[in-house]
């Protein structure tokens, strides 16, 4: 972010004739924590994924889990019982169908071919695949992963078993909706039945007009239950390129307490027998989350798979690099499984309003919103994204966009800061004054070594000098240092709401993507340039001046030109608020004398006599 410049301190210069040490070491930090923030974000890549071991997995705890060794082992048959249970006639269909049911969020496309999912789309109009006009409505189903298995389909720990679950044909029955061109409306229930060879199947899945299904599924043999969990294997249906895939996680919520774990690191196959409130499978702005009806019987299962995707999106036969498919599976260690499945956006006011199983098992447990992690930054991002959603809420009719939030909210914070400025401007002002006793002081020593233990007493008398003159030495840093975790506030805030995918502005038509057109980037490197140049900088040396005047902005363009427009929509914003600024510090009484003291101190550099300036308070 451009700032006026300190244009103090020789004394942490190395040379009598430099100054604004203390600006460029703060400067210099600001680069390099920006530089490997950007440089982790953009040049990280997710890794392979290690297969597990075919052997048995070790039990292991962690992270409140517990993972359970082998496989959970099956109801055993009592001697005799299975001639004494009554054998149940084959129920099966005779050809592949699909059902689909709809409501004002939701269109689901079962095939009864497994009884399963082929299609979850999302019909609000601001969830689309693409933000072009001809984008089509968002389908939570993965294309790409559905070799690993549909939503719905059914896990068992017997794996020949569990794929003639998932490739027998069901009968369906509907229940509380006459379909309407083929489709049902909901409130609704679709039941799928499936017997033969003594298994008896049946799920049954329940809906109502927000983003939850309720789904019950029994598998019996022989008359006895069989542990079968219904699955959501394959991430997320906006995860379209290695990188939206490496964002995928396994989030859960265990006696009230949240924690997620990255997709790189979930085991395959993991059984796991805790309380489960919820347990999810989310990437940025997506999830799937399973909400059992008795938590103390919930056993989950992680799954994780990898497939090789190009590694530019826009050319099929560039080098593929792996991405991690995080999916899970949960079930009820009695056999019967009753449940709540979420899929949809993490959108605040839908997960505030989605309770998981409490006592009574009434649904009085805690919410999904702790779907939305800001991670390190959520002390400032989440009232950062509270306060963009208030105004955006507060906007009429034809502006309540989130680009202009965005702006407002800039500008608010600007004007916030705007004391801190004024307090700046009188900390550099007074640098100015004192520079020719610093100089003065630092051409005593100046014959010393910096390595002469004697060079101690010179920043003893600089810090003395400072302190009579009344001097903050980092005073007109203070500006800059909010700015920092402000600035990756709203990297987290476009990152994981939401309501900023695919948001419009003006030219841009997703605020959480890069500006297609490069005229943010171009305006802050302008911005920035502009700013420089009319920054009085006295003191400076000439290829320091000309490296922040020209190196910096363009540095920050280009960065920006990577990352979310949102983010360079608010950095170009604070721009032109500064140099806006800068303009009015100029003409006022201490601007003045700031820039006819570094005229001076110009001057003198380039062989003029002016006279010294004395330092005063």
């Given at each position: 972010m451009s700032e006026f410049r300190n244009p103090n301190l020789q004394a942490q210069g190395g040379n009598g004739g430099s100054s604004g040490g203390d600006m460029r070491g703060t400067i210099a930090f600001t680069v390099l924590a920006l530089v490997a923030f950007f440089a982790f974000q953009y040049f990280a890549k997710p890794k392979q994924p290690v297969a597990p071991a075919?052997?048995?997995?070790?039990?292991?705890?962690?992270?409140?889990?517990?993972?359970i060794s082998g496989q959970p082992g099956q109801p055993r048959l009592a001697a005799g019982?299975?001639?004494?249970?009554?054998?149940t006639p084959s129920i099966a269909a005779s050809m592949v169908t699909q059902t689909t049911v709809e409501n004002e969020n939701l269109k689901v496309v079962f095939t009864n071919q497994g009884a399963q999912v082929e299609h979850w789309i999302l019909l609000g109009k601001q969830y689309k695949d693409h933000p072009d006009p001809g984008g089509q409505q968002l389908d939570l189903v993965n294309s790409r992963t559905s070799a690993f298995g549909l939503p719905l389909s059914l896990f068992t720990y017997e794996p020949d078993l569990t794929k003639e679950l998932n490739s027998a044909l069901y009968q369906v029955s509907v229940s509380g909706a006459t379909p309407s061109t083929g489709i049902l409306q909901?409130?609704?229930?679709?039941?799928?039945?499936?017997?033969?060879?003594?298994?008896?199947?049946?799920?049954?899945?329940?809906?109502?007009?927000?983003?939850?299904?309720?789904?019950?599924?029994?598998?019996?043999?022989?008359?006895?239950?069989?542990?079968?969990?219904?699955?959501?294997?394959?991430?997320?249906?906006?995860?379209?390129e290695a990188m939206h895939f490496s964002y995928g996680k396994f989030a859960w919520s265990l006696d009230g307490k949240d924690d997620s774990v990255d997709a790189k690191k979930?085991?395959?196959?993991?059984?796991?027998?805790?309380?489960?409130?919820?347990?999810?499978?989310?990437?940025?702005?997506?999830?799937?989350?399973?909400?059992?009806?008795?938590?103390?019987?919930?056993?989950?299962?992680?799954?994780?798979?990898?497939?090789?995707?190009?590694?530019?999106?826009?050319?099929?036969?560039?080098?593929?690099?792996?991405?991690?498919?995080?999916?899970?599976?949960?079930?009820?260690?009695?056999?019967?499984t009753r449940l709540r499945l979420f899929a949809g956006p993490k959108q605040t006011a839908v997960l505030q309003a989605i309770h998981s199983t409490g006592a009574g098992g009434k649904p009085t447990g805690p919410t999904l919103e702790p779907l939305i992690q800001f991670g390190w930054w959520t002390v400032i991002a989440k009232p950062l994204y509270l306060a963009l959603r208030f105004l955006h809420g507060q906007l009429g009719?034809?502006?309540?966009?989130?680009?202009?939030?965005?702006?407002?909210?800039?500008?608010?914070?600007?004007?916030?800061?705007?004391?801190?400025?004024?307090?700046?401007?009188?900390?550099?002002?007074?640098?100015?004054?004192?520079?020719?006793?610093?100089?003065?002081?630092?051409?005593?020593?100046?014959?010393?070594?910096?390595t002469d233990p004697k060079r101690a007493e010179m920043n003893t008398e600089m810090m003395a000098l400072y302190k009579t003159e009344g001097v903050n030495m980092y005073g007109s840093c203070l500006p800059m240092l909010p700015q920092i975790?402000?600035?990756?506030?709203?990297?987290?805030?476009?990152?994981?709401?939401?309501?900023?995918?695919?948001?419009?502005?003006?030219?841009?038509?997703?605020?959480?993507?890069?500006?297609?057109?490069?005229?943010?980037?171009i305006l802050i490197i302008l911005t920035m340039f502009l700013t420089q140049y009319i920054t009085p900088s006295p003191g400076m040396d000439p290829a320091q001046r000309r490296m922040?005047?020209?190196?910096?902005?363009?540095?920050?363009?280009?960065?920006?030109?990577?990352?979310?427009?949102?983010?360079?929509?608010?950095?170009?914003?604070?721009?032109?608020?500064?140099?806006?600024?800068?303009?009015?510090?100029?003409?006022?009484?201490?601007?003045?004398?700031?820039?006819?003291?570094?005229?001076?101190?110009?001057?003198?550099?380039?062989?003029?006599?002016?006279?010294?300036?004395q330092g005063r308070r």
């Open positions: 075919p052997a048995a997995q070790s039990q292991q705890q962690q992270s409140g889990q517990a993972a019982q299975a001639q004494a249970s009554a054998p909901a409130p609704c229930s679709v039941t799928f039945r499936y017997a033969a060879n003594g298994l008896d199947v049946v799920k049954t899945f329940r809906f109502d007009a927000s983003y939850v299904m309720t789904a019950e599924v029994a598998v019996k043999r022989n008359g006895l239950p069989v542990r079968a969990l219904l699955t959501w294997p394959g991430g997320l249906g906006d995860q379209t979930i085991s395959d196959g993991a059984s796991l027998i805790q309380p489960y409130d919820y347990a999810a499978v989310t990437d940025l702005y997506f999830a799937a989350a399973f909400l059992p009806d008795a938590p103390e019987r919930t056993t989950v299962v992680t799954l994780h798979h990898s497939i090789e995707l190009p590694s530019d999106p826009a050319d099929p036969n560039s080098q593929k690099k792996p991405a991690n498919v995080v999916g899970l599976a949960m079930g009820d260690t009695s056999g019967i009719s034809g502006i309540n966009n989130w680009g202009w939030a965005i702006i407002i909210a800039t500008a608010i914070f600007n004007l916030l800061m705007l004391p801190t400025r004024f307090m700046a401007m009188k900390s550099s002002l007074k640098m100015m004054r004192i520079q020719p006793k610093v100089e003065a002081l630092k051409k005593r020593y100046a014959h010393l070594k910096t975790p402000l600035f990756f506030a709203y990297f987290r805030v476009l990152q994981n709401a939401v309501e900023l995918r695919q948001a419009h502005w003006l030219w841009l038509t997703d605020l959480s993507a890069p500006d297609p057109r490069y005229i943010l980037p922040m005047a020209f190196m910096m902005p363009v540095f920050f363009g280009f960065m920006l030109l990577h990352y979310a427009s949102g983010l360079a929509l608010y950095w170009g914003t604070s721009n032109l608020i500064q140099l806006s600024m800068q303009l009015g510090i100029n003409q006022s009484s201490m601007g003045k004398e700031m820039h006819a003291i570094a005229a001076k101190r110009a001057a003198k550099k380039a062989g003029g006599k002016p006279k010294t300036i």
